[in-house]
């Protein structure tokens, strides 16, 4: 049979075979690209499974170290570090006492782990008797108040040995208030990746029973982000730049790849993206009922969130993931 023009462009050749396949490969996922979160809690002794988050675990600071030491130990660059407090009152100041399981944690950690990058989260949200993200002023949180407890918190971190500041409150001005903050005090070198661009989102459920940190009314609307905008997203990016973050993040990864290509189509800067415990829940849950195949939907997941430009990627799924990239 005479061959036509459009049998000899056959791109099926670039894919016969595995090894075909990964000499073209325009994306690669790699175990550096990671960030496990950790949560922290009082006391000695403590590994509890968290019920809606499958293989998470609240961990005092000494199960904590042990874990540290499993993810560096798999090639995991890096760990970002919530908690739950002691106590808890209007302004969140447990966030800032040194005595918190976070600073305890983060002091551990760099002390048994140096090699870790040690990023440590910066809201008020669990650490407040009303689970809001900052001071309340009736029933509004008022944003230039809260800005000098975040100031607090981020310094405390920073002395406990944190490597990197992250603040996730979306109050506006906080990413300069903190590297004033931080400078001030002589933490010139400790960066922060800022959530330029979180999202007020269904998907955070787990992570509110977590971090015990939903809030006792109300929602965060009026400081999170619309779903619906990404023109606005841009806006929060350029801020964010301009008063000091050193890397940009988006939150959450999966259902704002746009929002993640845009920003990365934008800026020259390093871009994060948080994927998220409800995304991670729900392919929990599809695996133990048998729905779908865990490792490929894990790491084809986490390729599209690469792929969309990505540089880092916060993820649940970093440890399993590592182990299957290894092989």
Not at 72 to 83: C, D, H, K
Not at 109 to 127: F, M, R, T
Not at 253 to 266: G, K, P, T
Request: with cysteine; hydrophobic share 40%; glycine share 6%.
């Amino acid at each position: 049979m005479e061959n036509s023009f459009e049998q000899k462009l056959r791109p099926r050749r670039m894919r016969i075979n595995e090894n075909v396949r990964a000499m073209v490969r325009e994306t690669n996922i790699s175990v550096k690209d990671f960030v496990y979160p950790i949560f922290v809690v009082p006391g000695e002794n403590i590994k509890e499974e968290i019920p809606s988050m499958p293989g998470c675990y609240h961990l005092s600071v000494d199960k904590a170290v042990e874990l540290a030491r499993e993810i560096s130990a798999l090639g995991i660059p890096s760990v970002e570090v919530f908690g739950l407090p002691e106590y808890k009152d209007a302004i969140g100041s447990s966030a800032w006492d040194m005595t918190s399981p976070v600073q305890r944690a983060i002091q551990a950690i760099k002390a048994k782990v140096p090699e870790l990058v040690i990023v440590g989260d910066v809201c008020l949200c669990q650490y407040t008797d009303h689970g809001h993200c900052g001071e309340l002023c009736g029933h509004y949180v008022d944003n230039d108040a809260t800005l000098k407890h975040l100031q607090k918190v981020a310094v405390s971190q920073a002395e406990a040995g944190a490597d990197m500041i992250a603040p996730s409150d979306m109050m506006d001005g906080r990413v300069a208030a903190i590297r004033q903050a931080l400078d001030d005090k002589g933490f010139i070198n400790t960066s922060i990746m800022s959530y330029a661009v979180k999202y007020a989102s269904g998907y955070y459920g787990p992570f509110r029973d977590a971090a015990d940190s939903a809030p006792q009314f109300g929602d965060r609307r009026a400081y999170q982000m619309d779903p619906a905008n990404s023109r606005e997203a841009m806006k929060e990016v350029e801020l964010d730049l301009a008063e000091g973050a050193d890397i940009i993040m988006v939150k959450p990864a999966l259902a704002y790849l746009d929002v993640v290509r845009q920003v990365r189509d934008s800026i020259n800067r390093p871009v994060a993206v948080y994927n998220v415990s409800g995304e991670y829940a729900m392919v929990k849950a599809a695996a133990a009922n048998g729905w779908i195949d865990e490792k490929r939907i894990v790491l084809e997941t986490l390729t599209s969130m690469k792929r969309a430009g990505a540089d880092i990627i916060i993820t649940y799924h970093a440890i399993d993931a590592a182990k299957w990239l290894r092989g």
